[in-house]
């Protein structure tokens, strides 16, 4: 399974942004998806995670309210809407999914067999 994130960039504190993990090589609807993120530690934080179907979602403390995590089984893509950004959340994002039976989400990283390669958000002030 092959996952590869768009859409980081670059965005003033207030703004913006949405990412994108497009996956090949599976069956999307067969995955739980994640969104994790990583400063300057070795550790990647949890973020959000959704269900094989999307009817189940799940945050992190620190993004709740302000991130919202989809998916379209259709286009085998999982985004991560971010609203409100800080300045905080500079880092590098992942999402990362894996094959589960059932429809739930997954919150460690040490679940998640397949990983995106990442790509990096910066909130200016």
């Known amino acids: 399974v092959q996952l590869v994130e768009s859409g980081g960039g670059s965005v003033q504190a207030g703004g913006s942004l949405t990412l994108s993990c497009r996956a090949s090589?599976?069956?999307?609807?067969?995955?739980?998806v994640g969104w994790f993120r990583q400063f300057s530690e070795k550790d990647r934080h949890f973020l959000a995670s959704i269900s094989r179907s999307g009817d189940k979602t799940h945050y992190g403390d620190s993004v709740k309210g302000r991130f919202t995590i989809s998916r379209d089984n259709a286009k085998s893509t999982a985004y991560l809407r971010m609203d409100n950004l800080k300045p905080e959340d500079t880092a590098v994002y992942y999402c990362?999914?894996?094959?589960?039976?059932?429809?739930?989400?997954?919150?460690?990283?040490?679940?998640?067999?397949?990983w995106g390669q990442g790509t990096q958000v910066t909130v200016s002030s």
């Open positions: 090589g599976a069956t999307f609807s067969s995955l739980a």
């Open positions: 990362a999914a894996d094959g589960v039976p059932l429809d739930t989400v997954v919150i460690a990283p040490g679940m998640y067999e397949y």
